[in-house]
Every structure is written in C-alpha cells, then in structure tokens.
T-cell receptor, first 111, second 114 residues
Framework: QKEVEQDPGPLSVPEGAIVSLNCTYS??????FMWYRQYSRKGPELLMY????GNKEDGRFTAQVDKSSKYISLFIRDSQPSDSATYLC???????????FGTGTRLTIIP | GAVVSQHPSWVICKSGTSVKIECRSL??????MFWYRQFPKQSLMLMAT?????????EQGVEKDKFLINHASLTLSTLTVTSAHPEDSSFYIC??????????FGEGSRLTVL
C-alpha cells in the first residue's frame, strides 16, 4: 500500500463545474498538506498549504483536511479551461522534511 | 509566492559528458533543497536532499557518484549528472522550503542525452 493514494484520472469536467480532487494517506504522523498544480513540462506550482483539520479557502480553491479520516480534498469552483493540468497532493511531517506525493490527477476542463 | 529559479530549462548533451543544473532560491535562504526526477506522466521521484554546508542525503537506489549535489550557499544548490547516458534523460526539478514550511519548486530542467 502506498503512503499516499490519489486517483490518477484522467478527469474531464465541463467549464464552470465544481471539481473535487482527493487523496488518502496512511501515516497519521503527516502534519502539513499541500496541493500543487503542474502544467505539462513545468515545475509544480503551490496552490494550497494547510496544517490543521478543516477548510482553507483561496479564491476559487478550497482545501479540506480531515486528519481523523486521513483524507484531504481540493475543490475548484467555477472551473476554467486554464485549470486543465495535473494536480498533485503532497504532505510531510513538518519543517524542512521531504514531501511524499500522490501520483497526481490529470484534469481537463472542457470549454 | 517565493521564487525558485532553475537553469538551464533544457539541455541536450552527448553521451559521456557531464551536465550541471543550478537551483537558486531568489528571495529567501534555504539550508535544505530537494532534487526530484520526473518521467513522463508520472509523479515526482525524490532523488536527494541537498544540505548547505554538508553532504547531500541520497534516496535508496540513487547513485551518489552519478548525481553529484553541491549546496554551495544558502541560495544555491547544483546537481551534476556525470557521464550522462540516454537513460538519464528526464525532467529534473528542484525545490526549496521557506521558513514557514511551504515548499516551492523550480521550473524544471529537461535533459536529453543523445
């Protein structure tokens, strides 16, 4: 069993829809949770960075962490074609610790 | 967000030559930087942790003599692929954590070995 599980997709949704991306993890020691967006042939771009259980909102993006269930989510509202990318969840134990990544979900927003 | 710069963004070299990739944190200091490798349509694979002022820590299965890492200052880490071969062709990405713990990535360097 992988430490972090993420559905690789591909996921296709129409423009304007709400997108839900999810990851589960097995190690309860993970403390910090991140979502990255990666366009083809580019480095990952940090979208959301969270620590505690609960919701964090930034524009059209909402990150949700449920430590009791070891489950994290990223919601994208009013999805745009420019949101088409691979989304990676990642987590670590804190500080300068290395990240453990999910496999990434390929998302396509259909105009 | 913080900026991490990588150079070159792409490089083509002949088999047997060495290639150096630079990773710089432009607006913050990083005592630690991470080097990843990514194959097409796959997730990032951590190769090594670069530590300023000390030796890098390599992940299992990564040849330290093949992939030389030097963390020369608090804003610069370099990865040198020595005696490159076609199987070393890949996308190499560095990242650096800010003091807050947020981890930022460079734009990546695409290496093609002929």
């Amino acid at each position: 069993q992988k430490e972090v599980e993420q559905d690789p997709g591909p996921l296709s949704v129409p423009e304007g829809a709400i997108v839900s991306l999810n990851c589960t993890y097995s190690n309860s020691a993970f403390q910090y949770f991140m979502w990255y967006r990666q366009y083809s042939r580019k480095g990952p771009e940090l979208l959301m960075y969270t620590y505690s259980s609960g919701n964090k909102e930034d524009g059209r993006f909402t990150a949700q962490v449920d430590k009791s269930s070891k489950y994290i989510s990223l919601f994208i509202r009013d999805s745009q074609p420019s949101d088409s990318a691979t989304y990676l969840c990642a987590m670590n134990f804190g500080g300068n610790e290395k990240l453990t990544f999910g496999t990434g979900t390929r998302l396509t927003i259909i105009p | 967000g913080a900026v991490v710069s990588q150079h070159p963004s792409w490089v083509i070299c002949k088999s047997g030559t060495s290639v150096k990739i630079e990773c710089r944190s432009l607006d913050f200091q990083a005592t630690t930087m991470f080097w990843y490798r990514q194959f097409p349509k796959q997730s990032l694979m951590l190769m090594a942790t670069s530590n300023e002022g000390s030796k890098a820590t390599y992940e299992q299965g990564v040849e330290k003599d093949k992939f030389l890492i030097n963390h020369a200052s608090l804003t610069l880490s370099t990865l040198t692929v020595t005696s490159a071969h076609p199987e070393d062709s890949s996308f190499y990405i560095c990242s650096a954590p800010q003091r807050s713990g947020e981890l930022f990535f460079g734009e990546g360097s695409r290496l093609t070995v002929l």
